[in-house]
């Protein structure tokens, strides 16, 4: 067995205290979305918003795995992506914006422990108690989505079957599952390990088909836009990056070195945000001169032009007869009005079936039986 098997042997979920930290990470997760989520009002400043996020993860993290060796930290700092816009923008405070009444947001934050990450995101309509219509449609359309994934999930399932799921709710729905997104199995340290689900396949854009296997942790990242699918780079800052692990230069000026410094202290192998540094300015200039001898892996704000964009992401371990949700929050369904919905019997029986562990494991055993 090489080294990287054994590696990967030692850090799986069938590891004892390895799904304790996955299960424990996901909780803050869900418990610092659901914070975040209540402070997303009309006029609210999205940049201060993010910083929240981030600072009561820092605090829940306190709480837990105090023994002298666990790093603790963001896997994925807060972000809050509003309307056309996909994701990844958590703005520095001098360039944030605000909310208003009406716009579709999209929450995503990551937390690990000792490496083991758990991602969460969702979408609210702020300031809306109802929402009718397209913006239902999209909503739900993602949401149904990454519920019917999490049911589908398990051993020997594929990658390719997963991703027509996606297409065939979306098309029930009159949307459009959003190109160039990947689902990625994560491992310890690792945020989009190799084995990934993509979100649309074109002609331009497929992956190789491989199976779910036991063990796996994956984190399902469902995106639904209303226009055509197609993205572009907008013009907003890049504020998201990781190290690149596999790059190594010793930058020539003071504020670049002392930048990746800081970086390799605090977020030596996950993302984070520019936000985090207490002064813009260098840190601006500081991450040009990184980028342009590729250290950082940047995450641009991306746009789905004239359109609304809608996100979940549930992180799910795959067990051997039941699959088991990290992280995610539902969503009160009652309170959407689409103009269309599901009109597929197998679909809609799969969105009812329990995810109880008990469920799973009969199911599990019919099928064997079956088999």
Do not use: W
Request: aromatic residues 6%; glycine residues 6%; charged residues 25%.
């Amino acid at each position: 067995m090489d080294q990287q098997t054994e590696q990967d042997k030692l850090e799986s979920i069938a590891t004892p205290g390895v799904l304790d930290k996955y299960q424990n990470a996901g909780k803050i997760a869900n418990v610092v979305l659901e914070k975040v989520i209540t402070k997303l009002l009309p006029d609210a400043d999205i940049a201060s918003i993010c910083a929240f996020g981030d600072s009561e993860i820092s605090g829940e993290l306190l709480k837990v795995y105090n023994k002298k060796g666990i790093e603790k930290g963001l896997a994925f700092p807060t972000t809050i992506s509003v309307n056309q816009i996909c994701g990844h923008y958590s703005p520095l405070k001098s360039e944030s914006s605000k909310l208003v009444k009406g716009d579709v947001a999209k929450i995503e934050l990551g937390v690990h422990i000792d490496g083991y990450i758990a991602i969460a995101g969702h979408t609210v309509v702020v300031g809306e108690d109802k929402v009718e219509n397209q913006k239902a449609d999209v909503i739900l359309a993602a949401y149904q989505s990454v519920q019917a994934l999490y049911r589908s999930i398990k051993p020997g399932v594929t990658n390719t079957a997963l991703t027509k799921i996606i297409q065939q709710i979306a098309d029930d729905h009159k949307c459009t599952p959003l190109e160039g997104v990947l689902s990625h199995e994560v491992k310890r340290h690792f945020i989009d390990g190799n084995k990934v689900i993509i979100n649309r396949e074109t002609q331009e854009q497929r992956v190789d088909e491989e199976e779910i296997q036991v063990n796996d942790v994956i984190v399902l990242d469902v995106y639904i836009t209303t226009g055509d699918g197609k993205t572009k780079e907008s013009e907003l800052r890049t504020t998201v990056y990781k190290r690149a692990l596999d790059r190594q230069y010793q930058l020539k000026t003071k504020h670049g070195r002392a930048f990746m410094q800081e970086v390799y202290d605090k977020y030596p192998s996950l993302c984070f945000s520019l936000r985090a540094f207490e002064d813009e300015i260098t840190a601006k200039l500081a991450v040009q001169e990184c980028a342009k001898h590729e250290l950082l892996n940047p995450y641009p704000v991306l746009i789905s032009p004239n359109s609304i964009v809608a996100q979940f992401t549930f992180t799910v371990a795959v067990l051997a007869n039941s699959t088991l949700q990290i992280s995610g929050l539902k969503l009160d369904e009652t309170k959407y009005q689409p103009a269309h919905d599901i009109t597929d019997a197998a679909l809609k029986e799969l969105l009812k079936l329990p995810m109880d562990k008990d469920s799973q494991k009969k199911r599990h055993l019919e099928s064997k039986q079956k088999a």
